[in-house]
T-cell receptor, first 110, second 114 residues
């Protein structure tokens, strides 16, 4: 399968701080998705991106589809304790199969 | 959004036995996907299950070990056969979500093989 690398691997931040994470691939993707996974649960879709350069927001979350189509970024503003979890990017270039990134573990310290 | 019910949510199994995991989607979907997530790791696609045809397996996964059924457009099962401790993982099913063009996941099955 394809390899998507996420960074950082883990983050420990103070409540109220902003968070940035990214995902890179050696392949071009047509769609990027960002998911959050809480312990004991399946991933939940946060944001979907469909066009190079696209910038999309969902509340305090903002994600961008990189111009090269080989990367994507997720920002979380004014973090809160419930933002804790593992964030995964996922990319698709076939229209019916997504590959997942290595994940970024986020810890928010109250 | 689509809702996927997955069961069992967890199980502890003896090595050499098999476990069948079920996923029910609340809408008809052409494709369903099965993933494995080993402890602390990302999700790895096992296979794509299409209704009316055999599942398509990813490299490293074979039908004899992970047989899949897809009897209709809302249901699929994954069986983990002849289990060993290395099969201890979370197994997740997924299906396209027409509402947001993303993919929805079941809540996962946490499997421990002893």
């Amino acid at each position: 399968g394809q390899q998507l690398n996420q960074s950082p691997q883990s983050m420990f931040i103070q409540e109220g701080e902003d968070v940035s994470m990214n995902c890179t691939s050696s392949s071009i993707f047509n769609t990027w998705l960002w998911y959050k996974q809480d312990p004991g649960e399946g991933p939940v879709l946060l944001i979907a991106l469909y066009k190079a350069g696209e910038l999309t927001s969902n509340g305090r979350l903002t994600a961008q589809f990189g111009i090269t189509r080989k990367d994507s970024f997720l920002n979380i503003s004014a973090s809160i304790p419930s933002d804790v979890g593992i964030y995964f990017c996922a990319g698709d270039n076939t229209g019916n199969q997504f590959y997942f990134g290595t994940g970024t573990s986020l810890t928010v310290i109250p | 959004s689509a809702v996927i019910s997955q069961k069992p949510s967890r199980d502890i199994c003896q090595r050499g036995t098999s476990l069948t995991i079920q996923c029910q989607v609340d809408s008809q979907v052409t494709m369903m996907f099965w993933y494995r997530q080993q402890p602390g790791q990302s999700l790895t696609l096992i296979a794509t299950a299409n209704q009316g045809s055999e599942a398509t397996y990813e490299s490293g996964f074979v039908i004899d070990k992970f047989p899949i059924s897809r009897p209709n457009l809302t249901f699929s099962t994954l069986t983990v056969s002849n289990m060993s401790p290395e099969d201890s993982s979370i197994y997740l099913c997924s299906a396209p979500d027409r509402a947001n063009y993303g993919y929805t996941f079941g809540s996962g099955t946490r499997l421990t093989v002893v």
